[in-house]
């Protein structure tokens, strides 16, 4: 069973950045493909970012060019450096894990609390 605690949320102004982290904890971290998911007050959870136990990305439209999303299999973490962040980019946001990146959209690890990053000036 995989345990993931989120983590580098925080308050921001447009143009600026975070870094978010999430420790994965209770299983083989890295035989999974992890991603990273967001949350907006009245919205459905999103898929934003990919990364499979290989390293290949890949992202939401809405964010491709801006986040980037790494792992580090030896400290069982996985990143999310958001850069040229927008107002839009406000909410909660989930890490989690699958089996493939093809199957992000039914992740398969309970939810952690998620980490908050509101964008504003």
């Known amino acids: 069973q995989v345990q993931l605690v989120e983590s580098g949320g925080g308050l921001v102004q447009p143009g600026g950045s975070l870094r978010l982290s999430c420790a994965a904890s209770g299983s083989i971290f890295s035989i999974y493909a992890m991603g990273w998911y967001r949350q907006a007050p009245g919205k459905q959870r999103e898929l934003v970012a990919a990364?499979?136990?290989?390293?290949?990305?890949n992202y939401a439209d809405s964010v491709k060019g801006r986040f980037t999303i790494s792992r580090d299999n030896a400290k069982n973490t996985v990143y999310l450096q958001m850069n040229s962040l927008k107002p839009e980019d406000t909410a909660v946001y989930y890490c989690?894990?699958?089996?493939?990146?093809?199957?992000?959209?039914?992740?398969?690890?309970?939810w952690g609390q998620g980490t908050q990053v509101t964008v504003s000036s």
């Open positions: 989690n894990a699958a089996p493939t990146i093809a199957t992000m959209s039914l992740p398969f690890a309970s």
């Open positions: 990364i499979t136990s290989g390293g290949i990305t």
